[in-house]
């Protein structure tokens, strides 16, 4: 029993240690449990954490790409070919050129496809400023076929390796394989340095014409293939020339490279100082051009100049199958040296197969040797042509008729005193071949009047007007070149084009009417061509790859059938008349106003003109200053609100025809008046009217022709700008408000007194 006893005694003891231990076991084990799921939460919320910030990161990268894609829209838009795209097909070029002898094999590109963003392919024939858009295919081919199987040419393009122009690696590469395309001269023979030619300039044989190679006119549009259109048609998918088009780096060609005399006077673009004893001469002499005629008579026509594009310039590729183009340099009594050289830089600095012809239309010069000298000189070179004007036409028609015998795709007009730099023409042409709604502008570089050095000229300058229609340059400011991430060689949106100098496709000119005939001598046509080409789908830019020099004369060294003054102003009336809309009133009331007097002033017959801008759907002006000039400052009114009397201390009114005073009140639109570019005080079509003569007033239906309803108020010329003023003759009154009745009336001006002082609510313009 005791043995009984003890053993449960001891198995009790036993029992309860088990109990305890399992009852710490346990609570030691809820411990672990509870540690361990904390553990796993905190575990999932970092992770999630991470994961959510993961998400957050790439979101706010994609935004922020989004955003820059979006700022950077524009640019990559006019970047396609000359930015990433270039990258990629450089890349291809590559490719294709250690494949040299390899056929291109469509499936590498296939097999590695290239992202391509969408672009604007010109479209022929379509309607003006018509946009397609397509998703290119970049095919690159071997180097097309540039139908530069002339030896001879090859042989004049001057390869010196200390040459500004033509001292880049790339060039020669390029030149080889245009030889080794040619296949008729070994790459071997091509690397040796040529030796210069000696030839008199007089002899210089030109290149014989060379169809454009494979250029889309040329070339029968043949179906490629079909494809099924959403309503189940089949259409025929044409080549268009663009798609498959092969490209090539830009080339530097310059037969001036290795100058005939490298100490001529005024080699390579220097300036030359003309000895103090020639001075007479060059006094003499000035005014047959208004700049150094006689400097310029000793500077050879094909002298050198620097390549001054911007470094990346050389190494941008264009397509091979650019458009032909003709340009067309019209003149009136140019001088003989000017004239001659700026031929000579366009046949020495262009590709030939490009080069359709140089067109020079004299427009009727006096000068003799422009007759029959300037015939016989250009005779020996083939692809010059001369027509001489019967009767003075001005530049914009003597532009028309050169453009109506024109044969190449493309039209480049130039002024007749000009050296074209090197690689100046393709860029252009790739612009026009990318969207034939484009005009493509050189950036003007200026030929000094008097010492005649080619002088660069800054980057990122735009052409822009300010009013009354005043052409002028602005650089882009260093933000938004930052912003829109802008490289030298970008092209530049251009509000207005300077006139001169530019590339137009040739249908495109047409489709746009051309110029306005009416336009007379000189002057406007710049604006005029600008808005309507905005206005009506396409886009000015400036290419900064593109250079060509100019001599910017103080005067106009020809004589203006008609005044200057006079003529410019007409164009310039014209051009506002029918491209301006409302805005025409800032054209005006920017000195202008003596336009609108119709005893003044016969703008002439603008009917065709208005019919051509309905014809073309051409958008509003306002459309034009929101979405392609917003900085010009544009308001449409000088002034407007409430017109408060100073003496008075009471505000103007109008209601049905009779004028009165009130206590002044915003709320009532009796009191609103504006004050209009006109110089009318105006409220609707009511105007505030004088009669000088009687010393009268009255309210009369506007009418801008009316010079008695302009009022001058706070004009910067005025030395009372707080009076309303009328002028007749040397005549001036004043508008007062009469004290004791609190009427209306004119009064002989007085500086001091308050009843002539006005005020109105809100000035937009001084
Ligand atoms: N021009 C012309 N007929 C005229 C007036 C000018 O053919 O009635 C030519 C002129 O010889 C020049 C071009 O048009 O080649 C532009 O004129 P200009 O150089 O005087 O203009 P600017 O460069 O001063 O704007
Ligand atoms: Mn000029």
Redesign the pocket.
């Known amino acids: 029993m005791v043995a009984c006893w003890r053993y449960l005694r001891s198995s009790r003891r036993v029992l309860g240690f088990v109990f305890v231990a399992s009852v710490i076991w346990l609570l030691l084990d809820m411990a672990a449990l509870r540690l361990s799921i904390g553990d796993a939460t905190s575990h999932l919320m970092a992770a999630k954490v991470i994961r959510d910030r993961e998400l957050v990161a790439t979101r706010k990268e994609k935004v922020t790409q989004l955003m820059d894609e979006s700022v950077a829209n524009q640019v990559i838009r006019d970047r396609e070919l000359v930015g990433t795209r270039q990258e990629k097909v450089t890349q291809l070029m590559d490719e294709s050129v250690a494949n040299q002898d390899q056929d291109f094999d469509e499936e590498d590109e296939k097999s590695n496809p290239q992202p391509v963003k969408l672009y604007r392919l010109r479209k022929k024939g379509g309607k003006a400023g018509n946009d397609q858009q397509v998703q290119p295919k970049l095919v690159v081919n071997k180097p097309a076929n540039l139908s530069l199987d002339h030896t001879p040419l090859l042989e004049t393009f001057l390869v010196k390796k200390d040459s500004i122009a033509l001292n880049r690696p790339d060039f020669k590469d390029t030149i080889i394989e245009f030889v080794k395309t040619a296949g008729n001269t070994s790459i071997q023979e091509f690397k040796e340095e040529l030796p210069v030619k000696e030839r008199p300039i007089n002899q210089i044989e030109d290149v014989p014409a060379q169809g454009p190679p494979n250029t889309s006119s040329t070339k029968e549009e043949t179906p490629i293939g079909a494809m099924l259109t959403n309503d189940s048609k089949i259409v025929h998918v044409k080549d268009s020339g663009s798609i498959k088009a092969g490209v090539h780096q830009v080339l530097s060609l310059d037969m001036t490279a290795s100058p005939r005399d490298p100490n001529g006077v005024g080699q390579f673009g220097q300036a030359v100082v003309v000895p103090s004893e020639q001075d007479a001469q060059v006094k003499k002499r000035w005014n047959e051009g208004y700049f150094n005629v006689y400097l310029s008579e000793q500077i050879p026509v094909d002298r050198a100049i620097p390549d001054t594009r911007p470094k990346i310039c050389a190494s941008n590729v264009v397509h091979d199958d650019l458009p032909s183009t003709s340009v067309i340099f019209?003149?009136?009594d140019?001088v003989w040296s000017t004239l001659l050289r700026s031929v000579h830089s366009v046949l020495n600095r262009s590709p030939p197969h490009l080069l359709k012809e140089i067109i020079l239309v004299d427009?009727f010069s006096q000068k003799a040797y422009l007759k029959d000298q300037l015939d016989k000189y250009m005779a020996d070179l083939p692809k010059v042509r001369v027509i001489h004007l019967k009767e003075?036409q001005?530049?914009i028609r003597?532009r028309m008729a050169g453009a109506a015998v024109a044969e190449g795709e493309v039209l480049t007009f130039l002024?007749?005193?000009v050296e074209c730099n090197v690689g100046w023409l393709e860029p252009l042409l790739e612009r026009i071949y990318v969207d034939r709604g484009k005009v493509a502008c050189p950036v003007i570089e200026v030929i000094s009047d008097e010492d005649l050095s080619y002088k660069l000229v800054d980057n990122f300058q735009r052409g822009i007007f300010n009013w009354p229609l005043v052409f002028g340059w602005k650089a882009l400011s260093d933000e938004y070149v930052k912003k829109n991430y802008l490289t030298a060689a970008d092209p530049i949106r251009c509000p207005v084009m300077a006139?001169?100098l530019f590339s137009i496709d040739k249908t495109y000119f047409y489709e746009l009417g051309a110029y306005d005939p009416g336009l007379e001598?000189?002057g406007g046509e710049n604006m005029e061509i600008s808005f309507k080409v905005w206005m009506c789908g396409g886009e000015i830019e400036i290419i900064p790859c593109s250079r060509v020099g100019?001599i910017f004369?103080g005067q106009?060294p020809?004589t203006f059938p008609k005044d200057r003054r006079k003529t410019v102003e007409r164009n310039l009336a014209r051009v506002a008349e029918v491209w301006l809309d409302e805005y025409k009133d800032l054209f005006y009331g920017h000195g202008y106003h003596h336009l609108l007097d119709s005893d003044v002033m016969d703008v002439g017959d603008l009917s065709q003109q208005v019919k051509l801008r309905e014809r073309l759907h051409c958008k509003s002006f306002k459309w034009y200053l929101d979405n392609v000039y917003p900085e010009l400052e544009a308001p449409l009114v000088k002034a407007e609100g409430l017109v408060f009397n100073q003496g008075l201390r009471r505000c103007l009114g109008m209601q049905d025809g009779v004028l009165f005073f009130d206590k002044c009140n915003l709320t009532h639109q009796s009191q609103h008046f504006n004050y209009t570019w006109l110089q009318q005080v105006r409220q609707q079509q009511r105007c505030l009217e004088h009669s000088f003569k009687q010393s009268s007033l009255s309210v009369e239906p506007c009418n801008r022709t009316r010079s008695a309803q302009r009022w001058l108020h706070k004009s910067s010329k005025s030395k009372l700008p707080e009076h309303l003023i009328v002028e007749t003759g040397s005549k001036l009154a004043c508008l007062e408000a009469a004290p004791k009745f609190r009427i209306l009336r004119l009064a002989p001006c007085n500086a001091d007194n308050p009843f002539q002082q006005w005020q109105f609510t809100h000035y937009h313009a001084e």
Do not use: M, T
Request: charged share 25%; proline share 0%; with cysteine.
């Open positions: 019209c003149f009136v140019e427009d003075r001005g530049l003597a002024d007749s005193h006139g001169g001598v000189w100019h004369r106009n020809y």
